[in-house]
């Protein structure tokens, strides 16, 4: 029998703790046969969460963890005193090998910095970036990082190049990924000081198939596979991404209702429309993983609703069946 | 009578030289009766151009200037050695006072370069921003800086957003307007040391209504009339506001056309339509001022139409007619 891929999901983190993440949940086990939940947090919230749906009991468990780690919370100090928070107690799990990943939808400064210090980097890997896939027009793109390491330099950058290369080849399936370096300009010396650095660096790279700058208009035309950024930029570009979408498509939306002709024209259009509106609907695609641990460390979105966590949980699946963290770990030994 | 507004148009600058610009300073005439118009470029050229318009020709002269700065050169060696280019004899028709604006979509670099060189700044202003309005859900905001300053400092920052200011409430009429740090989080502790210090500075200032920082998510919701941001930070944003934009629109429209039954959906959409698929697109309000010089200098997009050389030098009468310039000089002598 085939071994189960176990998933930790933190119920007491994001907006919409606890209903969501356990709906979340739920959905993914029904979805898949392979996975064993453990949902974390307070026992008796997520008992009476549960109450109200029929699931696979023998695949889902409840762990105890009193503290909740808030919004507002330095992370560092979060981490350190709360170590009965369902944020620590899900990354320890992971860190003693009991779960093979952890969904959060949490304090973003906290799963990064607890990521790293408990579930600890793979030796090499000098910084663990946040590495979200974003919509193309043809196809997804692989972000990072988008907000886990601040002041990065080209080093950092460089390995990020890496580690997204393995990412889109092992998880998606794209055949020499086409990494792209994020910047102002299309021509080598465009940008600040780290770019260019970074461009000189990752263009002596024989591993990566760079190919030289993207400006940011060219990013949702699907160009490139991995784009590399420093975190200020690539959480920008996440958020911008959703924002331009998100208004766009009200727009879309609120103009189809503003007439009897537009609503028939909007009733002609609904099939064909419906997929075309999602397309950049960001949590299509689940959480983004925390890349370069030991173990599997997935941020959904901070208002995630059920299908996120469901997309996240499912997610998981492919990190441990294709051992990213394994091939990642491949990677940095040998060039040690 | 009222004394024309005169502006000089670079013929020779960007992708659809001299087509474009030609035609565009041809409709902007047509439109306004304020405007005087300087073609400046190769003579012979812009002479063949204009066979193929009726325009007032009172209102229009040629400029002659035979070099050409071309996109890939570097802006600093350029300026210095092309005396006879467009962009250097038009440049300085305006710090001589011959002409009030200058207009061109050529090479960026080489006129944020000339702009500072040889308009000069005003005095006490330590670097000019570009600022280009962008749209949002309920009108536009100002984007500053979105690609002079390398290497901002906080200080840097804090100009921009009383630039910003003065601009939104001069030119645009917003009273009392909201200027917001673009930053990755809401919190005041988010953020790399340019946007931590940066902060602590604009929260002290009295005259700037500082509502606090902005998430890139809720930029196009248009909860700010200035956004105040490193130029790199910027650039990206106002080239994935295009990009996303673009992408989207096509793909709503080739949903249109998909079968017989979207395409009557379509016909029956089109009058409200046509309206909604423009809000994001940026060229519609005219280039991007170079803010903090002693004349008016507008970026166009290296890839402007006519209309928007038309959209731009039309800006121009605002820029002088409300005196920005010396607004910015006011208030910047005030302080010293």
């Known amino acids: 029998m085939r071994k189960l891929v176990r998933v930790v999901v933190d119920t007491m983190g994001g907006d919409y703790a606890p209903v969501e993440p356990v709906k979340g949940a739920v959905d993914a086990l029904k979805r898949n046969n392979h996975i064993l939940v453990y949902l974390v947090g307070q026992r008796k919230i997520i008992h009476q969460e549960l109450s109200q749906y029929i699931y696979p009991k023998d695949r889902l468990e409840i762990v105890s963890a009193d503290e909740v780690i808030e919004t507002w919370e330095p992370p560092v100090n979060a981490i350190q005193r709360k170590k009965n928070s369902s944020l620590v107690v899900g990354l320890t799990m992971v860190h003693k090998g009991m779960a093979d990943a952890f ?137 911008l991404y959703e924002g331009v979408g998100t208004v766009l498509i009200n727009r879309v939306k609120s103009a189809m209702m503003v007439s009897l002709r537009s609503k028939l024209g909007a009733l002609l259009l609904k099939p064909v429309m419906k997929q075309t509106l999602k397309i950049f609907d960001v949590s299509e695609y689940g959480g983004a993983p925390l890349l370069g641990l030991q173990g599997g460390v997935v941020k959904t979105h901070g208002s995630a609703k059920a299908v996120h966590f469901k997309n996240s949980i499912l997610q998981c699946i492919q990190l441990k069946d294709q051992d990213l963290s394994g091939k990642i770990q491949e990677y940095f030994s040998e060039k040690a």
């Open 103 to 239: 969904v959060s939808s949490g304090n973003t400064g906290a799963l990064l910095v607890g990521g790293q210090a408990i579930v600890r980097k793979v030796k090499g890997v000098e910084r663990a970036p946040l590495a979200p896939l974003i919509p193309t027009e043809k196809s997804v793109a692989l972000l990072i990082d988008c907000g886990a390491t601040v002041n990065a330099r080209p080093s950092h950058l460089v390995q990020f190049a890496m580690m997204g290369s393995i990412y889109m080849e092992t998880i998606m399936r794209v055949k020499n990924p086409r990494v792209a370096l994020v910047n102002i300009g299309a021509e080598e010396e465009k940008g600040n000081e780290l770019v260019k650095e970074t461009f000189l660096l990752l263009k002596e790279k024989k591993n990566i198939n760079f190919i030289g700058n993207i400006e940011a208009r060219d990013i949702p035309k699907g160009v490139a596979d991995v784009l590399v950024t420093e975190a200020f930029v690539g959480n920008v570009i996440l958020k």
